[in-house]
């Protein structure tokens, strides 16, 4: 993915563990993502180098609005448990230290989505496996500012 980034610091936070699986009272035990994945494949977008949950970045005191999205997949109709939903997804990069990963910013519309919502400072991100990240380090992500508006 070769493109000119907006960098930000963000902090990894503890998620709500649906997209995983992980919750305890998931009503999904293998993941959102899982099952998400292969209507989003269909639709043109491979996300198989993908860990199956979502990497939950603070850029407070920032904001972000999705603006021009690479990808929106509207009516997506990926389980029993509620209406279809909306996804839009923007490419990213994740730097942790020398190593510089591309990943992608999930974003469920809120406006078709029931429950577990994050802020307007926290990007969920779609990326491959990320062993020695934990909650609370502190990273580097690169936003196209094409797709994703920061705001103050």
Known sequence: MTQSWRSLTAIVQPGHRIASGQATDSPYPGGSVALQ????????????????????LSIAPHRFEMVAPRYTFRSVDWTPHHPPEHFSFSA??????????DAWVYYPHPETKRTHFQDASTLEVLAPWLPSV???????????????AILA
């Open 134 to 148: 934990q909650y609370g380090d502190r990273l580097t992500l690169h936003l196209n500012p094409d797709e994703i």
């Open 92 to 101: 990213c990069q994740i730097a942790i230290g020398d190593r510089t990963v």
């Open 37 to 56: 994945q292969p209507h989003f494949a269909a639709r043109g977008l491979d996300l198989a180098g993908c860990f199956c949950g979502t990497l939950n």
